[in-house]
Nanobody, 125 residues
């Protein structure tokens, strides 16, 4: 069982940047797992943001953040990152880190079996 903890959220003005971190804790390891970021805004469904395969060699993104976000991982540190630039008020949401055993690039919530508690990102106008 993988346990994940997100950090790095906060308040930022439109056009600004944030870097979120997701660390596996305790005995957990993410080195053999695909990792992803999701977000959920008030009144909206949980949305896929970004994913990275276990090696870090391939990344992929949801349409709403393409060109503005970069996901990366450091398996030696058991940590995944989400760099977000050119932030918009529409990016305001709770951001969740998740882990998957899927062999191909997972984009659906049900393909992930471990989740963090989330970190709030608020983008002001």
């Amino acid at each position: 069982q993988v346990q994940l903890v997100e950090s790095g959220g906060g308040l930022v003005q439109a056009g600004g940047s944030l870097r979120l971190s997701c660390a596996a804790t305790g005995r957990s390891t993410i080195s053999s797992r695909a990792m992803g970021w999701f977000r959920q805004a008030p009144g909206k469904e949980r949305e896929f943001v970004a994913g990275v395969v276990s090696s870090g060699g391939s990344t992929y993104y949801g349409d709403s953040v393409k060109g503005r976000c970069t996901i990366s991982r450091d398996n030696a540190k058991n940590t995944v990152y989400l760099q977000m630039n050119s932030l918009k008020p529409e990016d305001t949401a709770v951001y969740y880190c998740a882990s998957s055993s899927a062999r191909w690039g997972p984009r659906r919530s049900y393909e992930y079996d471990a989740w963090g508690q989330g970190t709030q990102v608020t983008v002001s106008s």
